[in-house]
């Protein structure tokens, strides 16, 4: 391998107490060397079989349970041409509606990705025709006019959904399995994080020319750090990286705050690694050890002044505390999993374009002591076209790459990805996708 | 030119790596007796042996805290005792740069100007009869501007004056003291080496903005460093030299 020197990271081998986040090493599976086709990019063909036998099949993240505070709140969601209404009911739960009227075919509630303080009902603008937060009929106007009646449905199409990890889940499967099972070793391996006690701090969507797996790729290997994202060099150990495939979704953990080992060791502390000191209240001209040691010092400081600055780091290990704990959540959602924040990413298809995407990006910060709840405002949703807004210099520039892997994907001269050992997640990503698309295909025989 | 330096001794702080060790390492081939010394003794070891095996004098060392007094003065006690002597001397370590805290001023203060200023009230004995060189180590960031206001820049600034005093101070002695400033410097694991691959447009700026369109190397930096410390340069004294393939823009009047 290209490196400059010899590194191993050093690892907690014991979870944080009895609820920790596991950390030992899962078996690798076997998935073979096969390339994967092309076409799974950028087929119009493949995007109807994702649909049919895979996006309509799993639970989607939809947003969060402080979104929906209060009864009759609601939020709405979309995936390809579908909305979904999510609205908080009176006994705390939260159903999910395909959002249509059942008279005209009239979208419900127009707005998007915004959460909507509390209706009492909710009233069709084309006639009027009005539901309740429950979504059953509550008025139709002009009833006796319809000599066939109400529809017999009775209200809204209701779709199965539930909440974990502070956010609400919904599937457009009726037989779905429940979401905890589907989730799988999720919730064990991230509650220890409190999600619910971070706050969104910026929420925005952007539309790509790429496919939306060509994104879900792009961060699940560290490969391509030391082509697209050089500067992480002087950040992170891109090479010693524990990778865990799991039944559906996987997850690799990576040293920050540490050098790799395809850079000498400067004289001096990297600035990205002083910003790491800074956020946990070092001072690195204070410090006067050696650059690789710096991450355990990062580790041992924020564990001794974690509850000081008001941030409770019980429930999570020393690695934890430093580095990137990076889960990838089937098909769609990945997360960036830091002590302090979660960079989340959700990846969904465009309706139409295998090669478009929408790009969701949300970052959720643990607040401080100095975090006043009652000055939070929620950012505000909006949607951009690539090139309109920064999403920081790291993802910035997978976005501007995308579109020339996308563009790249569909020459004759490209028959399919050639993955190695440090894209693992990919082919096990794309392991579980296939197992979707084959179950469909055995389904409909 | 016979640049003189054979059986001369010089001392060099911060010698084992970077720029100082390949100073030291020129010192060692000019047939120079070469004293080193950095805060671990497994590094000054190391650069110790791999230094004997092509010099021609004596290549001594010790782990020394610089930032310690009585460590320092020690340190050169220990090496001109068994070396017999100093003639030479290059106050090469610094605390580097950063803005990170007022903590940076004191660090970039106790290495950069202590570091010297210690060093010259140590070695100065050793030259009064028999005249010497001192050779401190600047920065072009002391004579433009330079990425952001900081310490290490302004102290290392204080380095040209203090130098230029102390060769009107004990010039009668025959000590000579000047003063070599590099510009932007590349070696592996050096600050450029990491600028070179985080960020790349900045590099190729910075190559540009030199009239000799490239970054120095740690050799060419030595290559003054020895010529101001050797009697070629015997004529030479209270200069600061800028070794920076014209990096900085102004007129040296």
Same mark, same amino acid.
């Given at each position: 391998?290209?490196?400059?020197?010899?590194?191993?990271?050093?690892?907690?081998?014991?979870?944080?107490?009895?609820?920790?986040?596991?950390?030992?090493?899962?078996?690798?599976?076997?998935?073979?060397?096969?390339?994967?086709?092309?076409?799974?990019?950028?087929?119009?063909?493949?995007?109807?079989?994702?649909?049919?036998?895979?996006?309509? =099949?799993?639970?989607?993240?939809?947003?969060?349970?402080?979104?929906?505070?209060?009864?009759?709140?609601?939020?709405?969601?979309?995936?390809?041409?579908?909305? !979904?209404?999510?609205?908080?009911?009176?006994?705390?739960?939260?159903?999910?509606?395909?959002?249509?009227?059942?008279?005209?075919?009239?979208?419900?509630?127009?707005?998007?990705? =915004?959460?909507?303080?509390?209706?009492?009902?909710?009233?069709?603008?084309?006639?009027?025709?009005?539901?309740?937060?429950?979504?059953?009929?509550?008025?139709?106007?002009?009833?006796?006019?319809?000599?066939?009646?109400?529809?017999?449905?009775?209200?809204?199409?209701?779709?199965?959904?539930?909440?974990?990890?502070?956010?609400?889940?919904?599937?457009?499967?009726?037989?779905?399995?429940?979401?905890?099972?589907?989730?799988?070793? +999720?919730?064990?391996?991230?509650?220890?994080?409190?999600?619910?006690?971070?706050?969104?701090? #910026?929420? @925005?969507?952007?539309?790509?020319?790429?496919?939306?797996?060509?994104?879900?790729?792009?961060?699940?290997?560290?490969?391509?750090?030391?082509? !697209?994202?050089?500067?992480?060099?002087?950040?992170?150990?891109?090479?010693?990286?524990?990778?865990?495939?799991?039944?559906?979704?996987?997850?690799?953990? !990576?040293?920050?705050?540490? @050098?790799?080992?395809?850079?000498?060791?400067?004289?001096? !502390?990297?600035?990205?690694?002083?910003?790491?000191? #800074?956020?946990?209240?070092?001072?690195?001209?204070?410090?006067?050890?050696?650059?690789?040691? +710096?991450?355990?010092?990062?580790?041992?400081?924020?564990?001794?002044?974690?509850?000081?600055?008001? #941030?409770?780091?019980?429930?999570?290990?020393?690695?934890?505390?430093?580095?990137?704990?990076?889960?990838?959540?089937?098909?769609?959602?990945?997360?960036?999993?830091?002590?302090?924040?979660?960079?989340?990413?959700?990846?969904?298809?465009?309706?139409?374009?295998?090669? =478009?995407?929408?790009?969701?990006?949300?970052?959720?910060?643990?607040?401080?002591?100095?975090?006043?709840?009652?000055?939070?405002?929620?950012?505000?949703? #909006?949607?951009?076209?690539?090139?309109?807004?920064?999403?920081?210099?790291?993802?910035?520039?997978?976005?501007?790459?995308?579109?020339?892997?996308?563009?790249?994907?569909?020459?004759?001269?490209?028959?399919? @990805?050639?993955?190695?050992?440090?894209?693992?997640?990919?082919?096990?990503?794309?392991?579980?996708?296939? =197992?979707?698309?084959?179950?469909?295909?055995?389904?409909?025989? | 030119?016979?640049?003189?330096?054979?059986?001369?001794?010089?001392?060099?702080?911060?010698?084992?790596?970077?720029?100082?060790?390949?100073?030291?390492?020129?010192?060692?081939?000019?047939?120079? *007796?070469?004293?080193?010394?950095?805060?671990?003794? $497994?590094?000054?070891?190391?650069?110790?042996?791999?230094?004997?095996?092509?010099?021609?004098?004596?290549?001594?060392?010790?782990?020394? *805290?610089?930032?310690?007094?009585?460590?320092?003065?020690?340190?050169?006690?220990?090496?001109? $005792?068994?070396?017999?002597?100093?003639?030479?001397?290059?106050?090469?370590?610094?605390?580097?740069?950063?803005?990170?805290?007022?903590?940076?001023?004191?660090?970039?203060?106790?290495?950069?100007?202590?570091?010297?200023?210690?060093?010259?009230?140590?070695?100065?004995?050793?030259?009064? $009869?028999?005249?010497?060189?001192?050779?401190?180590?600047?920065?072009?960031?002391?004579?433009?501007?330079?990425?952001?206001?900081?310490?290490?820049?302004?102290?290392?600034?204080?380095?040209?004056?203090?130098?230029?005093?102390?060769?009107?101070?004990?010039?009668?002695?025959?000590?000579?003291? *000047?003063?070599?400033?590099?510009?932007?410097?590349?070696?592996?694991?050096?600050?450029?080496?990491?600028?070179?691959?985080? *960020?790349?447009?900045?590099?190729?700026?910075?190559?540009?903005?030199?009239?000799?369109?490239?970054?120095?190397?740690? $050799?060419?930096?030595?290559?003054?460093?020895?010529?101001?410390?050797?009697?070629?340069?015997?004529?030479?004294?209270?200069?600061?030299?800028?070794?920076?393939?014209?990096?900085?823009?102004?007129?040296?009047?």
């Amino acid at each position: 391998m290209k490196v400059r020197r010899q590194q191993k990271i050093q690892r907690t081998t014991k979870k944080q107490g009895k609820n920790g986040t596991p950390v030992e090493v899962a078996p690798k599976p076997e998935l073979g060397s096969a390339l994967i086709p092309k076409e799974r990019y950028v087929s119009p063909d493949y995007m109807a079989q994702e649909w049919e036998h895979m996006w309509s =099949k799993v639970w989607l993240m939809a947003c969060r349970d402080e979104d929906l505070p209060e009864p009759g709140d609601h939020y709405v969601t979309e995936i390809r041409n579908e909305s !979904i209404l999510l609205v908080r009911q009176k006994d705390n739960s939260v159903k999910a509606f395909y959002n249509v009227c059942h008279h005209r075919g009239n979208r419900l509630v127009h707005s998007f990705e =915004k959460p909507q303080e509390a209706a009492t009902s909710f009233k069709c603008k084309y006639h009027d025709w009005e539901y309740a937060i429950n979504g059953s009929f509550m008025d139709i106007p002009d009833l006796e006019t319809f000599p066939q009646g109400a529809p017999p449905c009775g209200g809204l199409t209701e779709l199965p959904c539930d909440s974990w990890g502070s956010f609400v889940w919904y599937s457009l499967n009726q037989d779905v399995e429940p979401l905890m099972d589907y989730l799988g070793i +999720i919730p064990e391996h991230l509650d220890p994080y409190h999600f619910e006690r971070m706050v969104l701090t #910026k929420t @925005l969507t952007v539309e790509w020319d790429c496919n939306w797996k060509a994104s879900v790729d792009a961060f699940n290997e560290s490969y391509h750090v030391q082509g !697209i994202h050089k500067q992480l060099l002087y950040y992170l150990d891109d090479l010693d990286i524990q990778i865990d495939c799991y039944e559906k979704h996987n997850r690799y953990l !990576i040293a920050f705050g540490v @050098l790799s080992p395809r850079v000498v060791a400067p004289g001096e !502390i990297p600035p990205a690694i002083k910003v790491v000191m #800074k956020d946990a209240g070092m001072d690195p001209a204070s410090y006067e050890g050696s650059v690789h040691d +710096i991450r355990h010092a990062v580790q041992k400081f924020k564990r001794e002044n974690g509850p000081s600055q008001g #941030k409770d780091y019980s429930a999570l290990n020393d690695d934890q505390l430093t580095d990137d704990y990076h889960y990838m959540i089937f098909p769609n959602i990945t997360m960036n999993v830091h002590a302090d924040d979660l960079m989340l990413f959700r990846q969904r298809p465009h309706p139409e374009d295998p090669n =478009k995407m929408l790009f969701d990006y949300y970052m959720y910060e643990l607040p401080d002591e100095e975090f006043d709840a009652e000055e939070y405002r929620r950012p505000l949703h #909006k949607q951009y076209k690539y090139g309109e807004v920064s999403l920081g210099l790291v993802i910035n520039q997978d976005a501007y790459n995308l579109p020339f892997v996308q563009k790249g994907m569909q020459s004759e001269g490209y028959e399919g @990805l050639w993955i190695g050992d440090q894209e693992l997640r990919i082919r096990h990503f794309h392991d579980t996708l296939e =197992k979707y698309l084959d179950s469909g295909a055995v389904t409909k025989k | 030119m016979d640049l003189g330096l054979r059986d001369k001794n010089v001392l060099i702080t911060g010698s084992t790596a970077g720029i100082g060790r390949r100073i030291a390492n020129l010192f060692a081939a000019e047939g120079a *007796n070469v004293a080193i010394c950095s805060r671990t003794e $497994e590094s000054v070891k190391l650069a110790v042996k791999e230094m004997s095996l092509m010099a021609e004098g004596r290549i001594i060392g010790a782990p020394c *805290n610089i930032k310690d007094k009585e460590d320092y003065e020690k340190w050169v006690a220990d090496m001109a $005792e068994e070396l017999g002597g100093v003639d030479v001397f290059i106050p090469n370590v610094s605390a580097g740069g950063g803005n990170d805290s007022e903590r940076n001023w004191w660090k970039n203060f106790e290495v950069d100007v202590l570091g010297t200023v210690r060093g010259v009230e140590a070695v100065l004995p050793f030259m009064q $009869e028999t005249g010497g060189a001192i050779t401190m180590i600047g920065t072009t960031a002391a004579v433009e501007t330079f990425m952001e206001p900081q310490p290490y820049n302004a102290m290392k600034a204080s380095l040209i004056t203090y130098a230029k005093q102390l060769s009107q101070a004990h010039g009668d002695t025959g000590v000579r003291v *000047n003063v070599v400033s590099p510009g932007p410097i590349y070696f592996d694991g050096g600050a450029w080496d990491m600028i070179k691959i985080s *960020n790349e447009k900045f590099f190729g700026i910075t190559e540009k903005t030199h009239a000799l369109g490239r970054l120095g190397t740690p $050799e060419e930096v030595a290559n003054c460093v020895v010529f101001l410390s050797s009697q070629a340069a015997s004529w030479v004294t209270g200069v600061n030299l800028c070794v920076d393939g014209g990096y900085t823009k102004r007129v040296q009047l």
